[in-house]
């Protein structure tokens, strides 16, 4: 009986770190997509760059982890501001097929340039002392740096939802998600308003690029390898939502968690098939909006 107990407090734990992760990195996915309508493939490119930017900054510089950090979503979200203006503007109006193989050419050339710059190997992450040991809680201990990982995303997600909940930033993106030509005819600069919305989802990926690659390994890979999670969580979730993604996310990450563990064989069968069911059923997601 402890024994069992004991597996599913690891499983558990270990998959709501997991999910935190997906989310921090989706849930500017889901917001984009929802507000923007635009089909993002190469959501997980900033993803990896902010993978990138953390392993650099502690192995080869020595910066201190809240800086690199910091360092792995602005300057993310600073290059998103630019790939957005002089890319992605472009094709607002365009087909979904032509925004998927604008975002699928983005993807290849980022996983091509980051195997030339860093080659094939997955890159090690360089944890300051304090986060290399565990940490006691009643009476189980739990990896120091998962516990971060957890509170960190936790009070960042609070933030988030803050944010878009109780500012009047947050109250243009909801108008513009629900209604864009009526948030455009009351003045609402949508173009100005996409701009920022994308940096700071970009910036959010590259930030839980940065947080997950303890996890999640950072390789030249790594945007191809998780699309289909981060693409999962927004159609499970629902466009334009937080809760939506948060709740998929947390699913993912404990399924994913639970199946890896007992059933290793299995892969991520159940996680697919558990995807379809639910699309099935819900084809807008948990909280998308019905048409």
Request: a positive charge; glycine letters at 10%.
């Amino acid at each position: 009986m402890d024994s069992v107990l004991s597996s599913l407090v690891s499983v558990a734990f270990h998959g709501v770190a997991y999910g935190m992760i997906l989310y921090v990195i989706s849930v500017g996915l889901s917001v984009t997509m929802g507000l923007m309508g635009f089909t993002n493939l190469a959501h997980g490119v900033f993803a990896m760059a902010g993978g990138y930017v953390l392993v650099l900054s502690l192995s080869r510089f020595n910066i201190p982890l809240p800086l690199a950090l910091l360092l792995s979503f602005f300057l993310v979200a600073f290059v998103s501001v630019f790939l957005e203006r002089w890319l992605y503007a472009k094709l607002y109006g365009a087909t979904e097929l032509e925004q998927v193989l604008l975002t699928i050419g983005i993807i290849y050339i980022a996983v091509a340039t980051a195997r030339l710059v860093f080659g094939t190997l997955q890159q090690p992450v360089m944890l300051p002392d304090y986060l290399k040991g565990q940490i006691s809680i009643g009476s189980r201990d739990f990896p120091a740096y998962r516990v971060f990982l957890i509170a960190f995303s936790s009070l960042m997600i609070t933030g988030l939802w803050f944010g878009l909940e109780k500012t009047i930033w947050g109250a243009m993106v909801r108008a513009a998600v629900d209604n864009r030509q009526m948030a455009q005819s009351i003045g609402i600069n949508t173009k100005k308003l996409f701009s920022v919305t994308f940096a700071l989802g970009s910036g959010l990926a590259g930030l839980g690029g940065a947080l997950g690659a303890e996890i999640v390994a950072i390789q030249p890979t790594y945007p191809l390898e998780q699309l289909v999670y981060f693409l999962i969580v927004v159609s499970v979730g629902g466009l334009g939502s937080l809760r939506g993604p948060f709740v998929a996310a947390m699913l993912i990450g404990i399924s994913d968690t639970a199946c890896k563990y007992w059933v290793p064989e299995m892969g991520s069968f159940f996680i697919y098939l558990a995807t379809i069911g639910l699309l099935l059923w819900r084809p807008m997601g948990l909280f998308g909006k019905r048409s």
